[in-house]
């Protein structure tokens, strides 16, 4: 398999989508049937290809970048087309290219309004190319390219094809449809953040011998390159652009509305992949290159995580709305992964990396649930569901399976993030403050009894209970065989992590010691 | 050669001419003041020819020209005043402005 | 991948083997309850059953082996435990496996007989129920996460098991969610034990970090071996382990969902209060016991402290209930106290001796509950009374659960009864020994109330009560047998076998065990248990009906207290989870829209005003203006000259004409 030791197996996992979008807009628009299976068929071949990328990639040597290339791209800036994987992107590149195919699936019966295959499975595609080009690139400009090519189908998704009813927006005086509020806060909101951090970007090259090598940019970091007030700065900057994404508290209000207008499929690919975007960039560049910023940061970032996970299990107390409920909960599940990063311990960044991948995993599939149940009820308003295992039972227990997993049970997916990430903040690198991080620790332990509250209790509303009167003459359908064959993979994949989480540790730990080993030595 | 009458003549005769273009209001008289104008132009033509006694005779052979085309231009001139007159029962001039703004 | 170290730090003075290949087979009995419930959930209701059959077969394996491994244990001896390495993060290994030992052992078999009992009886209670398959289903759940428990060799799995058990409680207590009422106390279980657990795995967090080490053995072996990093941290460690006890085996003050948990079938509550999720608590502070003893002997105190306000306070509350189920919960809670102030006075076998008797007649108690609520169709005991007649055999079986209870020889209940308060009191703990012992005479009392109102007397329901299948009778009859012959396997003086099962471990136990008896104690449990009996009958029956006997003891403002449970109920949810659920949740939601994002709009306002200031004032009214001027003006000067264009020919000509005369007279005059 030589094609995937230079790099062009990888290349061809990040563009291959993008090729497959530009045919799609060649085949005419009436051919509805040919558009379908060729997307299917192209995010199939994409995750066949990260499949094989998976067995090509040396398990035993994790922690180094493996099966890339570098290529000279602009010169005259010295940006280059480089590319890898290690241990920390792969996992997360299997499932942005597993869960692709899992929303293809979904959409190939399932369209939002208005139905237009042809611009919704492009962009889908497009979408896919920006979320696996960030996990592979080890360029910053290359980086900072796939970062904001995510931004433009997500947008298109959400302001097309999201939600058309009318709201107030606080603040305003006139009403806003939700899809054009949601859409242009989302992709604003997003571009503020990777503005700042495009400034980083530029101060570590003009820092940094004029490169934007991140391998090289941390072997430079590491022997002390960048420090004072530059560095600080720096590493501010990078923390906004990733914290946004991420998000973290106070910089997370893009995301509840966005998850909550955007179509299913919309939100499904958002909570899975492209939160991951933020705090995969904080494990990928910023610690590394930044290792003494990092821990000078570590303690406000613990404690923002802390509050994030308190606050938003709390706003979900009080949430109405069913997609609004689960948007809220990534909120405080995002804040356990921040936590395990801000512990700088191997323990705590393998626990924000699982959580990452069981985030993606698990929300994802709630999305999935929870739109496909707006798309049935024509509501979200929980005051109005209720006995939904008696009107879809399918839908319901899986939609009870996957709460319980997203409460963190022991033995699903979702338990190892949080326990290890209450672990690592127990105790933190050597130099941090503990008192801070075990105070974290114990909010975080006490945002996991909110976070049971609130899904119990929306499971209690929606789930349970004799169903009200004005579903009684509706003919509501239950889970078809797309919707299934869209959401059975996922919960195998919660119950096989949560039973053997070596799948993602196996890779993850390697690497993650070796990273943290060159940053704070030891 | 007695150059200056025959000037006078031609000149008299393009006077008369342009004058009857600008008055007249019949058509018709109007096509016949252009032939006047066109005349004129013919005799200074042959006058000069005469006085300059060029060998190639290229005056004489411009005033043939000349006429050529004025009897082809009556003609037009005339068809289209023919049409006029059938459409518009008048040859007035001024009742045609179909070239306003 | 499977690891078989055996014996690490073997300490144990008694003679024992590794088990063999039933010790190395023995994650069949964890395996086994969840490959049968996926069986039973997907293909279940196709079976003639629907589904039973394969939940009955699966517990009568999990029976038969752990009676194998339980006969092994008596004749030989058996410790080993297996690790499987799940990952490694950092320098911590992730590890499940079994142990198979003294202790773990004889929770199988209590989980294997209980349960095939339960499941048996089952059968015919849910019979015609709603979701009898997934009844079942979850039912072999919850057996399986009791076992995935049990079985532990590591904190994690623990955890594990621990979080497992509530979720299978969730489902089972929740069984019929079509009431509110129902999915309330399942998610009310389910949320009182996960704000316990916040106490165990902060505790498990904090004895990982300063052991280096998940494994239950190494952390014991670290703790009896005086380990510096350890002992800084033991106290809070053994605190926070407790909490979490608190929670699944109900101690005040976070015993309030037990009661609660009455919601769900009968014979969910009977495997519930015996074998499966009250007991983890329990067997949680034995599996550390090692380390309490050696290292926060402190912690101790305030275990048995605990211990004893629970056996008073949730006995006291027993007297005053009307629902029979709701009388042997409190009942429940109340055994549970004696057997977690057991552990809490060093009594590592006397607790678990205990837990070993209540097992069985709470078990053989509630089925028999459930026999007579299947009967008279209602909770109520004031809807009881005069059932002997027509339920004999439930009767009886009930009144040997009763009197197994309320500890009269030679029942079971009697024994470990009696070792507790010895144990108590050769602790000198005089002050707890004579709470423990009022508690005896309290249990006697409502215990001997409840069989007055439900089976003596007149009947006072509705309709006509009749004997119950065979089906259920015989679980009962069986239960009976382990109700009254379960105490003899540990009577001081005659044979301690029970001591020799539970003791024989990796790690030494060093604890207080009772040699021969200590009459003192065993005359008090009895006289009090006596007294307890003769008062019930007194103001039961010889003084007449249910209200007239209530009526002697309803003295205020006592009683209200106790039927309004101490008002804990209330406080928690006026000061706790309403403040949380309403107004704090409501406050951060109003921050999140007022503040946040009214900050994140008004940065958008503010850029999109001083848009609008730009736009108006310097684009639309300056360099837009002027380029429009500039048409503007094209335009009207057009509109003026375009009037000389009047189509008459001779205007044209005239014009021409004066150009050409203009410019002839330019030319001539100027040039």
């Given at each position: 398999?030589?094609?995937?030791?230079?790099?062009?197996?990888?290349?061809?996992?990040?563009?291959?989508?993008?090729?497959?979008?530009?045919?799609?807009?060649?085949?005419?628009?009436?051919?509805?049937?040919?558009?379908?299976?060729?997307?299917?068929?192209?995010?199939?071949?994409?995750?066949?290809?990260?499949?094989?990328?998976?067995?090509?990639?040396?398990?035993?040597?994790?922690?180094?970048?493996?099966?890339?290339?570098?290529?000279?791209?602009?010169?005259?800036?010295?940006?280059?087309?480089?590319?890898?994987?290690?241990?920390?992107?792969?996992?997360?590149?299997?499932?942005s290219?597993?869960?692709?195919?899992?929303?293809?699936?979904?959409?190939?019966?399932?369209?939002?309004?208005?139905?237009?295959?042809?611009?919704?499975?492009?962009?889908?595609?497009?979408?896919?190319?920006?979320?696996?080009?960030?996990?592979?690139?080890?360029?910053?400009?290359?980086f900072?390219?796939?970062?904001?090519?995510?931004?433009?189908?997500?947008?298109?998704?959400?302001?097309?094809?999201?939600?058309?009813?009318?709201?107030?927006?606080?603040?305003?005086?006139?009403?806003?449809?939700?899809?054009?509020?949601?859409?242009?806060?989302?992709?604003?909101?997003?571009?503020?953040?990777?503005?700042?951090?495009?400034?980083?970007?530029?101060?570590?090259?003009?820092?940094?011998n004029?490169?934007?090598?991140?391998?090289?940019?941390?072997?430079?970091?590491?022997?002390?390159?960048?420090?004072?007030?530059?560095?600080?700065?720096v590493?501010?900057?990078?923390?906004?652009?990733?914290?946004?994404?991420?998000?973290?508290?106070?910089?997370?209000?893009?995301?509840?509305?966005?998850?909550?207008?955007?179509?299913?499929?919309?939100?499904?690919?958002?909570?899975?992949?492209?939160?991951?975007?933020?705090?995969?960039?904080?494990?990928?560049?910023?610690?590394?290159?930044?290792?003494?910023?990092?821990?000078?940061?570590?303690?406000?970032?613990?404690?923002?995580?802390?509050?994030?996970?308190?606050?938003?299990?709390?706003?979900?107390?009080?949430?109405?709305?069913?997609?609004?409920?689960?948007?809220?909960?990534?909120?405080?599940?995002?804040?356990?992964?921040?936590?395990?990063?801000?512990?700088?311990?191997?323990?705590g960044?393998?626990?924000?990396?699982?959580?990452?991948?069981?985030?993606?995993?698990?929300?994802?599939l709630?999305?999935?649930?929870?739109?496909?149940?707006?798309?049935?009820?024509?509501?979200?308003?929980?005051?109005?569901?209720?006995?939904?295992?008696?009107?879809?039972?399918?839908?319901?227990?899986?939609?009870?399976?996957?709460?319980?997993?997203?409460?963190?049970?022991?033995?699903?997916?979702?338990?190892?993030?949080?326990?290890?990430?209450?672990?690592?903040?127990?105790?933190?690198?050597?130099?941090?403050?503990?008192?801070?991080?075990?105070?974290?620790?114990?909010?975080?332990?006490?945002?996991?009894?909110?976070?049971?509250?609130?899904?119990?209790?929306?499971?209690?509303?929606?789930?349970?209970?004799?169903?009200?009167?004005?579903?009684?003459?509706?003919?509501?359908?239950?889970?078809?065989?797309?919707?299934?064959?869209?959401?059975?993979?996922?919960?195998i994949?919660?119950?096989l992590?949560?039973?053997?989480?070596?799948?993602?540790?196996?890779?993850?730990?390697?690497?993650?010691?070796?990273?943290?080993?060159?940053?704070?030595?030891? | 050669?007695?150059?200056?009458?025959?000037?006078?003549?031609?000149?008299?005769?393009?006077?008369?001419?342009?004058?009857?273009?600008?008055?007249?209001?019949?058509?018709?008289?109007?096509?016949?003041?252009?032939?006047?104008?066109?005349?004129?132009?013919?005799?200074?033509?042959?006058?000069?020819?005469?006085?300059?006694?060029?060998?190639?005779?290229?005056?004489?052979?411009?005033?043939?020209?000349?006429?050529?085309?004025?009897?082809?231009?009556?003609?037009?001139?005339?068809?289209?005043?023919?049409?006029?007159?059938?459409?518009?029962?008048?040859?007035?001039?001024?009742?045609?402005d179909?070239?306003?703004? | 991948?499977?690891?078989?170290t055996?014996?690490?730090?073997?300490?144990?003075?008694?003679?024992?083997?590794?088990?063999?290949?039933?010790?190395?087979?023995?994650?069949?009995?964890?395996?086994?309850?969840?490959?049968?419930?996926?069986?039973?959930?997907?293909?279940?209701?196709?079976?003639?059953l629907?589904?039973?059959?394969?939940?009955?077969?699966?517990?009568?394996?999990?029976f038969?082996?752990?009676?194998?491994?339980?006969?092994?244990?008596?004749?030989?001896?058996?410790?080993?435990?297996?690790?499987?390495?799940?990952?490694?993060?950092?320098?911590?290994?992730?590890?499940?496996?079994?142990?198979?030992?003294?202790?773990?052992?004889?929770?199988?078999?209590?989980?294997?007989?209980?349960a095939?009992?339960?499941?048996?009886?089952?059968?015919?209670?849910?019979?015609?129920?709603?979701?009898?398959?997934?009844?079942f289903?979850?039912?072999?759940?919850?057996?399986?996460?009791?076992?995935?428990?049990v079985?532990?060799?590591?904190?994690?799995?623990?955890?594990?098991?621990?979080?497992?058990?509530?979720?299978?409680?969730?489902?089972?207590?929740?069984?019929?969610?079509?009431?509110?009422?129902?999915?309330?106390?399942?998610?009310?279980?389910?949320?009182?034990?996960?704000i316990?657990?916040?106490?165990?795995?902060?505790?498990?967090?904090i004895?990982?970090?300063?052991?280096?080490?998940?494994?239950?053995?190494?952390?014991?072996y670290?703790?009896?071996?005086?380990?510096?990093?350890?002992?800084?941290?033991?106290?809070?460690?053994?605190?926070?382990?407790?909490?979490?006890?608190?929670?699944?085996?109900?101690?005040?003050?976070?015993?309030?969902?037990?009661?609660?948990?009455?919601?769900?079938?009968?014979?969910?509550?009977?495997?519930m209060?015996?074998?499966?999720?009250?007991?983890?608590?329990?067997?949680?502070?034995?599996?550390?016991?090692?380390?309490?003893?050696?290292?926060?002997?402190?912690?101790?105190?305030?275990?048995?402290?605990?211990?004893?306000?629970?056996?008073?306070a949730?006995?006291?509350?027993?007297?005053?209930?009307?629902?029979?189920?709701?009388?042997?919960?409190?009942?429940?809670?109340?055994?549970?106290?004696?057997?977690?102030?057991?552990?809490?006075?060093?009594?590592?076998?006397?607790?678990?001796?205990?837990?070993?008797?209540?097992a069985?007649?709470?078990?053989?108690?509630?089925?028999?509950?459930?026999?007579?609520?299947?009967?008279?169709?209602?909770?109520?005991?004031?809807?009881?009374?005069?059932?002997?007649?027509?339920?004999?055999?439930?009767?009886?079986?009930?009144?040997?659960?009763?009197?197994?209870?309320?500890?009269?020889?030679?029942?079971?209940?009697?024994?470990?009864?009696?070792?507790?308060?010895?144990?108590?009191?050769?602790?000198?703990?005089?002050?707890?020994?004579?709470?423990?012992?009022?508690?005896a005479?309290?249990?006697?009392?409502?215990?001997?109330?409840?069989v007055?109102?439900?089976?003596?007397?007149?009947?006072?329901?509705?309709?006509?009560?009749?004997?119950?299948?065979?089906?259920?009778t015989?679980?009962?009859?069986?239960?009976?047998?382990?109700?009254?012959?379960?105490?003899?396997?540990?009577?001081?003086?005659?044979?301690?076998?029970?001591?020799?099962w539970?003791?024989?471990?990796?790690?030494?136990?060093?604890?207080?065990?009772?040699?021969?008896?200590?009459?003192?104690?065993?005359?008090?449990?009895?006289?009090?248990?006596?007294?307890?009996?003769?008062?019930?009958?007194?103001?039961?029956?010889?003084?007449?009906?249910?209200?007239?006997g209530?009526?002697?003891?309803?003295?205020?403002?006592?009683?209200?207290v106790?039927?309004?449970?101490?008002?804990?109920?209330d406080?928690?949810?006026?000061?706790?989870?309403?403040p949380?659920?309403?107004?704090?949740?409501?406050?951060?939601?109003?921050?999140?829209?007022?503040v946040?994002?009214?900050?994140?709009?008004?940065?958008?306002?503010?850029?999109?005003?001083?848009?609008?200031?730009?736009?108006?004032?310097?684009?639309?009214?300056?360099?837009?203006?002027?380029?429009?001027?500039?048409s503007?003006?094209?335009?009207?000067?057009?509109?003026?000259?375009?009037?000389?264009?009047?189509?008459?020919?001779?205007?044209?000509?005239?014009?021409?004409?004066?150009?050409?005369?203009?410019?002839?007279?330019?030319?001539?005059?100027?040039?």
């Amino acid at each position: 398999m030589e094609l995937f030791t230079n790099g062009i197996g990888l290349s061809a996992v990040v563009f291959f989508p993008l090729i497959s979008a530009f045919v799609i807009t060649l085949i005419p628009k009436a051919q509805e049937q040919l558009i379908k299976r060729f997307a299917l068929a192209s995010s199939l071949i994409t995750f066949v290809l990260s499949a094989i990328l998976l067995f090509q990639f040396d398990f035993s040597s994790a922690e180094k970048l493996q099966l890339g290339n570098k290529i000279s791209w602009i010169k005259s800036i010295n940006a280059n087309y480089e590319i890898g994987i290690d241990g920390i992107s792969l996992p997360l590149l299997v499932l942005s290219t597993f869960i692709t195919v899992l929303a293809i699936i979904y959409s190939l019966e399932h369209l939002p309004e208005p139905k237009s295959p042809k611009g919704f499975l492009a962009l889908i595609l497009v979408l896919e190319t920006g979320m696996n080009g960030t996990f592979v690139a080890l360029d910053l400009i290359l980086f900072f390219v796939f970062f904001e090519i995510v931004l433009l189908p997500m947008y298109f998704m959400i302001g097309i094809w999201g939600d058309k009813t009318v709201r107030t927006v606080s603040g305003f005086k006139n009403q806003i449809e939700t899809r054009l509020y949601a859409s242009i806060k989302f992709f604003v909101f997003t571009l503020f953040g990777s503005a700042f951090m495009l400034l980083g970007f530029l101060g570590l090259y003009y820092r940094g011998n004029k490169t934007f090598s991140i391998p090289e940019l941390i072997e430079l970091g590491t022997s002390g390159a960048f420090t004072g007030t530059f560095a600080t700065l720096v590493f501010a900057v990078l923390f906004l652009g990733f914290a946004v994404k991420v998000p973290m508290w106070p910089l997370h209000t893009w995301l509840p509305d966005a998850h909550t207008a955007a179509p299913t499929v919309g939100s499904v690919l958002l909570a899975a992949i492209l939160l991951k975007l933020g705090s995969y960039g904080f494990v990928r560049i910023a610690i590394p290159i930044l290792p003494e910023q990092a821990k000078a940061w570590a303690p406000a970032i613990a404690i923002l995580s802390a509050i994030g996970i308190i606050y938003g299990s709390l706003a979900c107390l009080a949430q109405t709305d069913l997609k609004r409920l689960i948007a809220f909960s990534s909120v405080g599940h995002m804040g356990f992964v921040m936590l395990g990063i801000a512990s700088l311990t191997p323990i705590g960044i393998n626990a924000a990396m699982i959580g990452m991948v069981a985030h993606g995993v698990i929300t994802g599939l709630l999305f999935f649930l929870s739109g496909s149940m707006a798309h049935t009820y024509h509501t979200r308003d929980m005051g109005r569901l209720g006995g939904n295992m008696k009107l879809l039972p399918k839908t319901g227990a899986l939609l009870g399976f996957t709460a319980m997993a997203s409460l963190g049970l022991p033995g699903l997916a979702g338990f190892w993030g949080e326990f290890m990430a209450l672990l690592g903040a127990y105790n933190p690198l050597d130099g941090l403050n503990t008192t801070v991080f075990r105070t974290s620790m114990v909010a975080g332990a006490i945002g996991t009894v909110l976070t049971a509250g609130y899904l119990l209790w929306m499971l209690q509303r929606v789930n349970l209970g004799e169903p009200s009167d004005e579903w009684s003459d509706k003919d509501l359908h239950d889970a078809d065989f797309y919707e299934l064959s869209a959401w059975i993979p996922l919960v195998i994949l919660t119950v096989l992590i949560g039973v053997f989480p070596k799948l993602i540790f196996g890779a993850t730990n390697d690497a993650v010691i070796a990273m943290l080993s060159k940053a704070f030595g030891g | 050669m007695i150059v200056q009458p025959v000037l006078v003549v031609a000149a008299a005769l393009f006077s008369l001419g342009i004058y009857g273009i600008l008055v007249r209001r019949n058509a018709v008289m109007v096509l016949l003041s252009i032939e006047l104008i066109l005349n004129s132009v013919n005799i200074n033509f042959i006058m000069f020819d005469t006085m300059l006694a060029d060998a190639m005779m290229q005056g004489q052979i411009f005033t043939i020209f000349i006429i050529t085309i004025a009897a082809a231009e009556v003609g037009i001139g005339l068809a289209i005043v023919l049409m006029l007159f059938r459409n518009r029962q008048t040859a007035n001039i001024n009742e045609f402005d179909l070239m306003k703004w | 991948m499977v690891n078989f170290t055996t014996t690490i730090f073997a300490e144990g003075e008694l003679i024992y083997t590794d088990g063999g290949l039933l010790a190395q087979y023995a994650w069949l009995l964890v395996l086994l309850p969840f490959v049968a419930a996926l069986i039973i959930t997907f293909m279940g209701k196709h079976l003639p059953l629907k589904g039973a059959e394969v939940a009955l077969a699966t517990i009568g394996l999990i029976f038969l082996y752990s009676s194998a491994l339980m006969y092994s244990h008596i004749t030989s001896g058996v410790v080993n435990e297996f690790f499987i390495n799940v990952g490694s993060i950092g320098v911590f290994d992730i590890e499940f496996g079994w142990v198979v030992d003294g202790l773990s052992i004889m929770m199988y078999f209590v989980v294997g007989t209980v349960a095939l009992l339960v499941f048996i009886y089952a059968t015919n209670y849910m019979e015609g129920e709603i979701r009898y398959t997934f009844f079942f289903t979850s039912l072999t759940l919850f057996a399986g996460s009791m076992l995935v428990l049990v079985s532990s060799p590591t904190l994690i799995q623990i955890l594990i098991g621990w979080e497992l058990v509530g979720v299978c409680s969730y489902l089972l207590i929740g069984h019929y969610w079509e009431k509110k009422d129902n999915s309330s106390a399942a998610m009310k279980a389910f949320i009182t034990n996960k704000i316990a657990d916040v106490g165990l795995m902060i505790g498990i967090i904090i004895l990982a970090l300063n052991t280096g080490t998940l494994r239950i053995s190494e952390i014991l072996y670290q703790a009896t071996h005086e380990y510096e990093k350890l002992s800084t941290v033991a106290f809070i460690a053994a605190i926070l382990l407790f909490i979490g006890a608190m929670g699944k085996s109900a101690q005040f003050p976070l015993h309030v969902w037990l009661p609660d948990a009455m919601a769900g079938p009968t014979p969910v509550s009977a495997l519930m209060h015996a074998a499966t999720m009250v007991t983890a608590g329990v067997y949680l502070l034995a599996r550390m016991f090692p380390f309490y003893k050696s290292m926060a002997p402190d912690a101790l105190d305030i275990v048995m402290l605990f211990g004893v306000i629970t056996l008073l306070a949730a006995g006291l509350i027993a007297v005053v209930q009307d629902d029979l189920k709701k009388v042997l919960a409190y009942s429940t809670v109340s055994q549970l106290g004696y057997m977690v102030a057991a552990i809490g006075s060093g009594a590592y076998t006397a607790a678990l001796f205990h837990l070993w008797t209540h097992a069985f007649f709470k078990a053989l108690l509630f089925l028999g509950a459930g026999s007579v609520i299947h009967a008279v169709h209602s909770n109520s005991m004031l809807e009881m009374g005069g059932l002997r007649k027509v339920m004999p055999k439930t009767f009886a079986t009930f009144i040997i659960g009763t009197v197994a209870l309320a500890g009269l020889p030679p029942f079971a209940g009697f024994f470990s009864k009696d070792e507790i308060l010895a144990s108590f009191n050769h602790e000198g703990e005089i002050t707890f020994f004579f709470i423990a012992v009022l508690g005896a005479f309290i249990t006697a009392f409502y215990m001997t109330r409840a069989v007055s109102l439900t089976f003596l007397g007149e009947y006072r329901g509705h309709g006509h009560p009749h004997e119950s299948h065979n089906l259920m009778t015989t679980p009962l009859l069986a239960l009976s047998v382990f109700a009254i012959a379960s105490g003899w396997v540990n009577i001081p003086g005659v044979y301690t076998g029970f001591t020799d099962w539970v003791t024989t471990r990796k790690n030494k136990i060093v604890e207080y065990h009772p040699e021969s008896f200590d009459l003192f104690a065993l005359s008090s449990g009895l006289l009090a248990g006596l007294l307890g009996i003769a008062l019930g009958y007194y103001l039961y029956q010889l003084q007449g009906s249910a209200e007239t006997g209530d009526d002697k003891i309803k003295i205020q403002p006592i009683w209200s207290v106790l039927e309004n449970k101490y008002y804990l109920d209330d406080f928690y949810f006026k000061y706790v989870i309403d403040p949380v659920k309403i107004n704090i949740s409501r406050a951060v939601d109003k921050f999140n829209t007022n503040v946040i994002d009214r900050f994140v709009n008004g940065f958008g306002q503010i850029a999109s005003l001083l848009g609008g200031i730009v736009y108006n004032n310097f684009d639309q009214n300056g360099i837009d203006k002027l380029l429009n001027m500039s048409s503007s003006g094209t335009d009207s000067f057009g509109g003026k000259v375009k009037l000389l264009q009047t189509g008459k020919t001779q205007q044209y000509l005239m014009m021409f004409l004066g150009g050409v005369v203009t410019i002839s007279l330019l030319i001539l005059f100027i040039i």
